[in-house]
Protein backbone atom coordinates (compact mmCIF):
# COMPACT_ATOMS: atom_id res chain seq x y z
CA UNK A 1 0.00 0.00 0.00
CA UNK A 2 1.18 3.50 -0.83
CA UNK A 3 1.94 6.15 1.39
CA UNK A 4 2.13 9.90 1.09
CA UNK A 5 3.75 12.97 3.01
CA UNK A 6 3.34 16.34 1.49
CA UNK A 7 6.57 18.89 2.32
CA UNK A 8 7.35 22.25 0.58
CA UNK A 9 4.33 24.32 1.72
CA UNK A 10 4.65 28.01 3.68
CA UNK A 11 4.14 31.49 3.56
CA UNK A 12 4.81 33.21 0.15
CA UNK A 13 3.74 36.55 -1.07
CA UNK A 14 1.79 37.27 -3.76
CA UNK A 15 3.62 36.59 -7.44
CA UNK A 16 6.38 34.20 -5.97
CA UNK A 17 7.05 30.77 -6.30
CA UNK A 18 6.87 28.11 -4.21
CA UNK A 19 7.38 23.73 -4.71
CA UNK A 20 5.59 21.12 -3.13
CA UNK A 21 6.63 17.84 -2.72
CA UNK A 22 5.10 14.42 -2.17
CA UNK A 23 7.19 11.42 -0.88
CA UNK A 24 5.52 7.88 -1.58
CA UNK A 25 6.92 4.91 0.41
CA UNK A 26 5.62 1.35 -0.24
CA UNK A 27 4.94 -0.79 -3.24
CA UNK A 28 3.21 0.05 -6.64
CA UNK A 29 3.65 3.86 -6.75
CA UNK A 30 5.06 3.91 -9.93
CA UNK A 31 2.24 2.48 -11.17
CA UNK A 32 -0.41 5.07 -9.48
CA UNK A 33 -2.25 8.33 -11.35
CA UNK A 34 -1.32 10.79 -8.77
CA UNK A 35 -2.83 14.32 -8.40
CA UNK A 36 -2.60 17.28 -6.16
CA UNK A 37 -5.85 18.56 -4.74
CA UNK A 38 -6.76 21.86 -2.49
CA UNK A 39 -9.43 22.82 0.30
CA UNK A 40 -9.31 26.10 1.31
CA UNK A 41 -11.11 27.28 4.47
CA UNK A 42 -15.00 27.17 4.64
CA UNK A 43 -14.83 25.31 0.89
CA UNK A 44 -14.78 22.08 -0.42
CA UNK A 45 -11.86 20.10 -1.48
CA UNK A 46 -11.22 20.84 -5.17
CA UNK A 47 -8.94 19.29 -8.23
CA UNK A 48 -5.54 21.07 -8.99
CA UNK A 49 -3.46 19.13 -11.13
CA UNK A 50 -2.82 15.39 -11.69
CA UNK A 51 -0.48 13.12 -13.69
CA UNK A 52 -0.48 9.76 -15.18
CA UNK A 53 2.44 7.03 -14.77
CA UNK A 54 4.57 7.88 -16.94
CA UNK A 55 4.17 11.45 -16.66
CA UNK A 56 3.38 11.91 -20.56
CA UNK A 57 -0.19 13.31 -19.79
CA UNK A 58 -1.53 16.11 -16.77
CA UNK A 59 -4.94 18.12 -16.27
CA UNK A 60 -5.09 20.59 -14.56
CA UNK A 61 -7.97 22.93 -12.95
CA UNK A 62 -8.38 26.46 -15.30
CA UNK A 63 -7.66 28.06 -11.95
CA UNK A 64 -4.34 26.86 -12.28
CA UNK A 65 -3.23 26.35 -15.68
CA UNK A 66 -0.77 28.18 -17.04
CA UNK A 67 0.72 29.06 -13.34
CA UNK A 68 0.78 25.23 -11.74
CA UNK A 69 2.97 22.74 -13.26
CA UNK A 70 3.11 19.02 -11.87
CA UNK A 71 5.64 16.35 -12.26
CA UNK A 72 7.11 13.26 -10.46
CA UNK A 73 10.23 11.28 -10.45
CA UNK A 74 9.17 7.25 -10.37
CA UNK A 75 12.75 6.61 -9.70
CA UNK A 76 12.82 9.13 -6.39
CA UNK A 77 9.18 8.24 -5.82
CA UNK A 78 8.15 11.83 -5.64
CA UNK A 79 5.70 14.09 -7.03
CA UNK A 80 6.00 18.13 -7.27
CA UNK A 81 3.32 20.97 -7.40
CA UNK A 82 5.47 24.21 -9.08
CA UNK A 83 3.41 26.79 -8.37
CA UNK A 84 4.53 30.05 -9.97
CA UNK A 85 2.03 33.56 -9.53
CA UNK A 86 1.01 32.71 -6.64
CA UNK A 87 -2.32 34.78 -6.09
CA UNK A 88 -4.43 34.88 -2.75
CA UNK A 89 -7.06 32.55 -4.03
CA UNK A 90 -4.46 29.55 -3.75
CA UNK A 91 -4.53 30.15 -0.24
CA UNK A 92 -5.15 26.53 1.25
CA UNK A 93 -4.31 23.06 2.41
CA UNK A 94 -2.82 21.10 -0.34
CA UNK A 95 -2.89 17.26 -0.37
CA UNK A 96 -1.42 14.96 -2.62
CA UNK A 97 -3.69 11.91 -3.52
CA UNK A 98 -3.21 8.85 -5.38
CA UNK A 99 -5.44 6.43 -7.25
CA UNK A 100 -5.61 2.73 -7.11
CA UNK A 101 -2.47 1.48 -7.91
CA UNK A 102 -2.91 -0.12 -11.75
CA UNK A 103 -5.60 2.15 -12.88
CA UNK A 104 -4.24 4.22 -15.60
CA UNK A 105 -6.81 7.27 -16.38
CA UNK A 106 -6.82 10.85 -15.00
CA UNK A 107 -9.25 11.90 -12.61
CA UNK A 108 -10.28 15.28 -10.88
CA UNK A 109 -12.71 13.90 -8.86
CA UNK A 110 -12.38 13.46 -5.09
CA UNK A 111 -13.66 10.15 -4.93
CA UNK A 112 -11.77 8.51 -7.00
CA UNK A 113 -8.28 9.02 -5.08
CA UNK A 114 -7.67 6.45 -2.38
CA UNK A 115 -4.61 7.73 -1.00
CA UNK A 116 -3.78 10.66 1.01
CA UNK A 117 -1.53 12.52 2.39
CA UNK A 118 -2.05 15.18 5.59
CA UNK A 119 -1.40 17.80 3.98
CA UNK A 120 0.78 20.89 3.88
CA UNK A 121 -0.27 24.98 4.28
CA UNK A 122 0.38 27.37 1.53
CA UNK A 123 -0.14 31.07 2.52
CA UNK A 124 0.27 33.78 -0.06
CA UNK A 125 0.24 37.24 1.55
CA UNK A 126 -0.51 39.97 -0.76
Known amino acids: QVQLVESGGGLVQAGGSQRLSCAAS????????AGWFRQAPGKEREFVAAITWTGGQANYADSVKGRFTISRDNAKTTIYLQMNSLQNEDTAVYYCAARQIGLASISTSIRNYVTWGQGTQVTVSS
Open 26 to 33: GRGFSATV
